[in-house]
């Protein structure tokens, strides 16, 4: 479930930056870098700040999202 939720606020704030952008300065890709560096980061340490936070606000870990 947890994976559900960082994957989901990942991609908004991707959008979200892209959008600012497009329309209001272009150094807001920086943000969009800062979540991919992060995403890609998480994937060899197994550490995510998101994570953290989101199991401080009560979401739990109900196993692997694709069913797997």
Known sequence: MINRYIRAIAGTFVIISVLLAVYININFLWF???????????SFTRWCLMEKFLRKLGIKDEGDSCGI
Request: overall charge neutral; aromatic content about 10%.
């Open 32 to 42: 969009t870098a800062f979540v991919g560096v992060n995403l890609l980061q998480s």
